[in-house]
């Protein structure tokens, strides 16, 4: 599984981006989809996560109320929008698959298999 993400920016504080994610195969409706973060000189951090049919999804709670991860099975693409966007958000966002033979939700970097090379979203305050 190859994953490429996009649609990252500067932007100023209170702003929106959307991000995406871009998988091959053809069991991305099969699995479990993340994103992560990791900003300079920190760990990468889990940020939200959804189910394979994206009707069940988990967040972290600094981004609750403000980010939405959702998918379209058919375009093998996930999606995080991000609105009311802090400087505290700055990072590297990675997008992250799990293996099909695990269905549920997870926030531990550990339990994704697949990850993108990332894209740079930048917070200016």
């Known amino acids: 599984v190859q994953l490429q993400a996009s649609g990252g920016g500067l932007v100023q504080a209170g702003g929106s981006l959307r991000l995406s994610c871009a998988a091959s195969g053809r069991t991305f409706g099969s699995r479990v989809m993340g994103w992560f973060r990791q900003a300079p000189g920190k760990e990468r951090e889990f940020v939200a996560a959804i189910n394979r049919s994206g009707g069940s999804t988990y967040y972290r709670d600094s981004v609750k109320g403000r980010f939405t991860i959702s998918r379209e099975n058919a375009k093998n693409t996930v999606y995080l929008e991000m609105n009311s966007l802090k400087p505290e958000d700055t990072a590297v966002y990675y997008c992250?698959?799990?293996?099909?033979?695990?269905?549920?939700?997870?926030?531990?970097?550990?339990?994704?298999?697949?990850w993108g090379q990332g894209t740079l979203v930048t917070v200016s305050s």
């Open positions: 992250t698959a799990r293996s099909a033979a695990f269905p549920g939700l997870t926030t531990t970097r550990g339990d994704y298999d697949y």
